[in-house]
């Protein structure tokens, strides 16, 4: 533990390996789904294999979910970072309907899903709904935003690429910088 407390003093570390964490997770669940929905597509004209909707479903929810949670951690390493560099960019804004702000949307909708089904429980509506979010033909919709696949797809493989830099590039840049300092 106590050699581990070093590495999780420091906030960029922490944003940093939540980021990886959850990005990771996150396209194994977008993976795992896909996979699924696909065997679930093929049996489709033999009225079966509905489980596997169900299980694509819940692999593509906790995608959303995970994912988002990267996004905050990268956001949030944004603006820890923007105290020293100005320059450095938001990875979004909450409110402005990009790609990310969506998956936001469908992470609340996911996550807000119990108080959904206690309002329609309370107001004595026989309209439970089903499922916090899910699949159109073309990706995953919830009451109150949708993602197409090749969206959430995108979003995933940027930020691997931003993981990829985090991970090889800066420490490389690093050391390049100590070897260079007399």
Known sequence: NQALFSIYADPINVLLLNFVRRLRSAIG??????ELLVQYVSKLRDHRELGNYNTALAHFEDCVVNGHIAIVCLNGLGKYLRRSDPSVPAVFNPGDSSD???LRKLNNR??????DVEKAIASGSPAIPLAPIWITNDGLEASTASLSFIELADILM???KDAKSFSEEVPAEVAKRRKQQP
Request: a neutral charge; aromatic letters at 16%.
């Open 110 to 115: 996911i996550k807000h899903f119990d108080e």
């Open 29 to 34: 669940e977008y993976r795992s789904g896909r």
């Open 158 to 160: 940027a930020q691997a």
């Open 100 to 102: 990310y702000d969506r």
